[in-house]
């Protein structure tokens, strides 16, 4: 009896031990490796960047552009996957309005490994992203690169459309629109919107605009309200119908007043740039317009657009924005997205986007935070024959207003003009 009990005792003492060389082997290994509850917002960069090697991470993105798809696909992605481990897939889109509807309908399924991880917005599609919780979270302050190079609290930076971005979405470039025309037809290009009302009466048949919810064609629409109502400040403010219902009337008489010399009597409208674009390149129309400044010269280089095209701003000027990237709530690799993201804003990938070989597009960095070989290699770009210098654009930029205006403008135009 006094054995079995010694014998006992000494199995219990030993179970006892293994058990806690168990549990303390465990405490070590949860002391070494991050908890798998732990999101990349409380991670350290170092954790990130670890995690988000070997990766794939998609970007849905407008793909409207060859030069934008090119930047993308063969400076980029390359560059990307040699330093960091991580690959880049552009997923080419019409419309961001379809990829956020995309989120919705997978947030209301309770999808949690959604497809999307990088998102290209700005305006009335991140104040549904974002009204919506559609987006990861505050990411701003975990990017090296945006900590390092971009001014975050700037009111063009920190306020999209009107809306707080909070840290959830990063600006990516800045762009202002302008009006692009061939030369070889237009000698003297308007200067306001009344002038190019004047213009398209006398040449019909040789202007149009992309049918909003486009974004440029929504952007044009804009420019006639601000112009034909007195101005954009009023817009600035939140949403007023009364004002809008006010304002917005000259709007539409003008739009209506110039639809039967549009291209082809304003009875069809083409549904995105790229189309309106194509028109001009075959010279069906002598007009094109859009967000970036040095796309005519590119258009010129590649040989799309002729040779004399050249680029326009109105003299009450014309919209300018920032836009951004964002990563989705159920990204399945939002360690991989973030390092993506950095690696845009970082001085290499941005100079080079501003280099109109590849883009041409302004950048989100404050130059003065930039090493002074970094601003040479800046000041050394030529952005091309038809890109207005840097001094006329900022001279004739206006904000964008609120995003529920835009939302507003683009429902109303469907009722208001493109009833017929």
């Given at each position: 009896?006094?054995?079995?009990?010694?014998?006992?005792?000494?199995?219990l003492?030993?179970?006892?031990?293994?058990?806690?060389?168990c549990?303390?082997?465990?405490?070590?290994?949860?002391?070494?490796?991050?908890?798998?509850?732990?999101?990349?917002?409380?991670?350290?960069w170092?954790?990130?960047?670890?995690?988000?090697?070997?990766?794939?991470?998609?970007?849905?993105?407008?793909?409207?552009?060859?030069?934008?798809?090119?930047?993308?696909?063969?400076?980029?992605?390359?560059?990307?996957?040699?330093?960091?481990?991580?690959?880049?897939?552009?997923?080419?889109?019409?419309?961001?309005?379809?990829?956020?509807?995309?989120?919705?309908?997978?947030?209301?399924?309770?999808?949690?490994n959604?497809?999307?991880?990088?998102?290209?917005?700005?305006?009335?599609?991140?104040?549904?992203?974002?009204?919506?919780?559609?987006?990861?979270?505050?990411?701003?302050?975990?990017?090296?690169?945006?900590?390092?190079?971009?001014?975050?609290?700037?009111?063009?930076?920190?306020?999209?459309?009107?809306?707080?971005?909070?840290?959830?979405?990063v600006?990516?470039?800045?762009?202002?629109?302008?009006?692009?025309?061939?030369?070889?037809?237009?000698?003297?290009?308007?200067?306001?919107?009344?002038?190019?009302?004047?213009?398209?009466?006398?040449?019909?048949?040789?202007?149009?605009?992309?049918?909003?919810?486009?974004?440029?064609?929504?952007?044009?629409?804009?420019?006639?309200?601000?112009?034909t109502?007195?101005?954009?400040?009023?817009?600035?403010?939140?949403?007023?119908?009364?004002?809008?219902?006010?304002?917005?009337?000259?709007?539409?008489?003008?739009?209506?007043e110039?639809?039967p010399?549009?291209?082809?009597?304003?009875?069809?409208?083409p549904?995105?740039?790229?189309?309106?674009?194509?028109?001009?390149?075959?010279?069906?129309?002598?007009?094109?317009?859009?967000?970036?400044?040095?796309?005519?010269?590119?258009?010129?280089?590649?040989?799309?657009?002729?040779?004399?095209?050249?680029?326009?701003?109105?003299?009450?000027?014309?919209?300018?924005?920032?836009?951004?990237?964002?990563?989705?709530?159920?990204?399945?690799?939002?360690?991989?997205?973030?390092?993506?993201?950095?690696?845009?804003?970082?001085?290499?990938?941005?100079?080079?986007?501003?280099?109109?070989?590849h883009?041409?597009?302004?950048?989100?960095?404050?130059?003065?935070?930039?090493?002074?070989?970094?601003?040479?290699?800046?000041?050394?770009?030529?952005?091309?024959?038809?890109?207005?210098?840097?001094?006329?654009?900022?001279?004739?930029k206006?904000?964008e207003?609120?995003?529920?205006?835009?939302?507003?403008?683009?429902?109303e135009?469907?009722?208001?003009?493109?009833?017929?």
């Amino acid at each position: 009896m006094i054995l079995r009990k010694i014998f006992t005792s000494v199995i219990l003492s030993v179970l006892v031990a293994l058990m806690a060389g168990c549990t303390s082997q465990g405490q070590d290994q949860e002391k070494s490796q991050p908890s798998e509850q732990t999101t990349p917002l409380e991670k350290s960069w170092e954790e990130i960047s670890s995690t988000a090697k070997g990766k794939t991470v998609s970007l849905y993105m407008w793909g409207g552009s060859d030069s934008i798809n090119r930047y993308i696909d063969e400076w980029v992605a390359p560059r990307l996957k040699e330093q960091s481990g991580v690959t880049l897939k552009r997923v080419p889109v019409n419309d961001t309005k379809d990829v956020i509807n995309q989120l919705l309908t997978e947030k209301k399924a309770g999808k949690t490994n959604g497809s999307v991880d990088i998102i290209w917005l700005n305006g009335e599609n991140f104040k549904i992203a974002k009204e919506n919780q559609l987006l990861f979270g505050s990411i701003a302050p975990k990017l090296p690169n945006v900590q390092d190079y971009v001014a975050m609290g700037a009111p063009d930076l920190q306020y999209d459309f009107g809306i707080d971005t909070e840290g959830m979405e990063v600006p990516w470039g800045k762009a202002q629109y302008v009006f692009i025309y061939d030369s070889k037809h237009v000698a003297e290009p308007p200067k306001t919107i009344d002038e190019l009302k004047d213009w398209i009466k006398q040449n019909p048949g040789k202007f149009t605009y992309p049918a909003p919810p486009d974004f440029t064609g929504s952007a044009f629409l804009r420019h006639v309200l601000f112009e034909t109502s007195g101005g954009y400040e009023d817009f600035l403010k939140p949403f007023d119908q009364q004002i809008m219902d006010e304002k917005s009337q000259a709007a539409w008489a003008y739009l209506n007043e110039i639809k039967p010399d549009l291209w082809r009597k304003g009875e069809t409208y083409p549904e995105s740039l790229a189309k309106l674009d194509l028109l001009y390149s075959q010279g069906e129309v002598w007009m094109t317009m859009g967000y970036d400044a040095a796309r005519a010269s590119n258009e010129i280089k590649k040989g799309t657009f002729p040779e004399s095209t050249r680029t326009f701003v109105l003299d009450k000027g014309t919209l300018a924005n920032a836009h951004y990237l964002s990563i989705s709530f159920n990204s399945a690799q939002p360690d991989a997205a973030m390092v993506a993201i950095n690696y845009l804003l970082s001085p290499e990938a941005q100079i080079a986007k501003f280099d109109p070989r590849h883009w041409g597009e302004d950048m989100v960095l404050e130059p003065s935070k930039l090493s002074t070989e970094e601003q040479q290699q800046i000041n050394s770009i030529d952005r091309g024959v038809a890109t207005l210098p840097a001094e006329a654009l900022a001279k004739h930029k206006i904000p964008e207003i609120h995003a529920d205006y835009v939302d507003y403008l683009e429902k109303e135009w469907k009722t208001n003009v493109a009833k017929d």
